[in-house]
């Protein structure tokens, strides 16, 4: 099944309505993860795309039970916030959700630390690094 992304800047309720107007007309509700970055915008897109799911790009980790509350699907989590407490990912899964993990290089090292912590999704900005250190692991 393909998903489409939509990493949204923007808040507020009519904005919120907007986008769930053009993606229910679209009729691609089921293949849309909403990217949110307050449990109320959470909450917001949880109400309006109720067949959506929603991925919580937290400011840290204190914040996982608070977005969990509202629904999200998974959680992004900084592989710097892992390196200084590793327990932060078993708190994403007790609170019922699944991670993401961000890095950044995507790099062989880099690669290699994030798949420790068993990630459902990993996002760094170079795709391609990420694809061949992937493939160097066999994975």
Do not use: C
Not at 96 to 125: A, C, H, Q, S
Request: net charge positive.
């Amino acid at each position: 099944m393909r998903f489409y992304f939509l990493d949204l800047k923007e808040r507020g309720f009519d904005f919120a309505e907007r986008v769930a107007n053009e993606v229910k007309s679209a009729k691609a509700e089921h293949h849309v993860v909403v990217g949110v970055r307050t449990p109320q915008q959470s909450a917001e897109f949880g109400a309006l795309l109720p067949n959506s799911r929603r991925l919580a790009f937290i400011r840290s980790p204190e914040y996982i039970s608070e977005f969990a509350d509202t629904g999200v699907y998974i959680i992004r989590l900084w592989l710097r916030w892992l390196k200084a407490d590793p327990t932060v990912v078993e708190k994403v899964h007790l609170a019922g959700t699944k991670i993401m993990i961000n890095g950044k290089y995507g790099n062989l090292e880099e690669t290699r630390i994030i798949l420790k912590f068993n990630p459902d999704w990993i996002l760094v900005d170079d795709v391609v690094q990420l694809k061949h250190s992937l493939e160097k692991l066999n994975i």
